[in-house]
């Protein structure tokens, strides 16, 4: 019953925070950007470009919400006509270079009917197949993953290869529920992953580095434990180090001295051990939104460029041998944290002065 009103409480909270919400008013038929980057594929590094489309927004944010995540911040939170979704969808290609990989983002669910409706996601689909792009990676929660929707993706799409991405966040429901305020479960995410294995497209789950009320070693030791639980079902593993986003919780927390992004360090920990545990053909990456800035992950300030190379070249080439280098006086500040934080009930923030003091930016 105390779980239950807290539960209540933290949705309602995440709905409160949004309250005084003005949506950016803009061109609804651009998209909010796209850009190429390099990705993997197949043994090989190869360019990605990369579609960020202004919709809705995410069904459950409009709803409830992450704790975490503030990509509403970016939503047009009302419909959009099907012209002008598909209109953004055909800007962004105009600058599409022949990549091989091709990411939609919606900032929300691509599979979501209510955020894309069939007829659109049909008409992009189609549209890709007659470009010479390999793979296409599109992002999902897992209840709109089903055979029916996954079967009408394969009769179009039956030439290229569709990665799938769902942010799974934590294997651990206790944390997933009363942290990160995700709304469903491991098990729902195991159905959803196995339906898509089954149809042979790609899985990649993301997993959140240091979600609220976490302390830093919680958050390290709930990562590896994660990438236990789920690596023999996904194909990558993308970490999502917290970024303080606006109109979150975790900002809620973090103007009150109550969260700390999560220290590089820890960054690098989690993914050298993790690339130890999964097998070869399982993929560990890590993309750091915000990295070095006080909003994002961060060390002390002047390793931080170092480590946030490092983390990039990993993720590109999977060699744990980069992290080995590494080397800052802040290590102990790091160290001494792991263990204080167990004593202060929750995460200390850089305004608490630390036994070996860094300068701060
Ligand atoms: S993290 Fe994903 S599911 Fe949660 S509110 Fe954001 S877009 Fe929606
Ligand atoms: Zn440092």
New binding site residues.
Partial sequence: MRKQLYMEELSNFCRWLKKNFVPKPGDHTRPARCWSEKDFLDNRIVDAFVIVLKTRG????LN???T??G??NESTWKKLSEEDLFRQFETAMEQYNGEKIVKIYT???FLDNQEIKPVVRKKILQTLTKTTVEMVSVET?PEYVSYDQLEDIKKIFRTKLLEISI?L?TANDFVRKYSIN??FTLDDYKKAADMVKKNDFRLKTYLLIKPPFLTEKESILDSISSVKKIMDCTDTISFNPVNVQRNTVVEYLWRRNEYRPPWLWSIAEILKKCKKLVKDDVRIKCDVAGGGKKRGAHNCGRCDRRFLSAIASFSLNQKEEVFDKLECRCREVWYDQLEIENLSFGSLTDNIPLTHPVSWR
Avoid at 58 to 61: T, V
């Fill in positions: 995410c069904s459950w944010a409830h919400g992450c975490m995540c990509y509403f900032s929300g669910s929660r942010g966040e995700k709304g």
